[in-house]
């Protein structure tokens, strides 16, 4: 509990990264939000595979990769620091 009000204050000696969504509840809130929007768009596609009678395991990879994108892209940002 001291990290996270350390975090909360800005202290730049406390490692925060894995643990961001800590620091405040919009953060948490903007995580769960992506995370759903990923899995919302897997979903999607598998059910429209099923529908035609697909068996595209790359194009679901690549949905969620690109879905996911933003995520992979902000952890290199935070990493990188």
Partial sequence: M???RQMRRSDRSVCKRG?????????LRGMQQ??????KAVLSEQK???TLD???PQRIALI????SAG?????H???SR
Avoid: F, T
């Fill in 71 to 75: 995520a992979k892209k902000l952890a």
């Fill in 2 to 4: 001291k990290d996270v």
């Fill in 48 to 50: 429209r595979q099923r």
């Fill in 19 to 27: 643990i961001e969504h800590l620091i405040s509840p919009d953060i």
């Fill in 77 to 79: 940002v935070l990493a």
């Fill in 34 to 39: 992506e995370k759903e929007g990923v899995i």
């Fill in 64 to 67: 969620s990769s690109n879905n």
């Fill in 54 to 56: 697909i068996h595209d």
